[in-house]
């Protein structure tokens, strides 16, 4: 279970909070729109700082509702609201407000069974300080 997700969608300023029991991930979504997409929230991402890794992804919820979502693997907990309201209004600035954006917010084993199907987007600098 997505310990966290939420559907962006500005038409009515609002985000819709639920969880998602059964998600299984299919691969890539890409094609030029999406990729205008990942370059605007990749920018968002590293001025954020606190995204590790974000993918684009097609997945299927239950046995046959498939959507594209956008799959966040967080540095650290508590930024799942603000960075989804970001995202909303970038979404809605690119694809109007009639359209919705579902984001999952990984756990570590989805993330793993994730990276066998699709390359994220956005992967974080680290940065190592010598003692």
């Known amino acids: 279970m997505a310990e966290w997700a939420c559907m962006a969608n ?3 300023n609002s985000l819709e909070l639920g969880s998602v029991k059964k998600l299984r991930f ?3 979504q890409d ?3 999406e990729r205008e997409l990942k370059s605007r929230l990749s920018e968002l991402f590293r001025q954020a700082n606190v995204v590790s890794r974000a993918f684009l992804a097609r997945v299927l919820y239950g046995p046959n509702e498939i959507a594209v979502a956008l799959c966040i693997r967080l540095r650290t907990d508590g930024a799942e609201e603000n ?5 909303a209004q970038i979404f809605s600035e690119m694809f109007g407000q009639h359209e919705h954006l579902d ?3 990984l756990r570590s084993s989805q993330e793993a069974d ?3 199907v699709c390359r994220p987007f956005h992967t ?3 940065i190592h300080q010598e003692d």
């Open 124 to 126: 974080a600098m680290e």
């Open 31 to 33: 094609g030029p729109p």
């Open 114 to 116: 994730l990276l066998r």
């Open 10 to 12: 500005d038409a009515e």
């Open 103 to 105: 984001i999952v917010f």
């Open 83 to 87: 960075l989804a309201k970001e995202i």
């Open 26 to 28: 299919l691969g890539d």
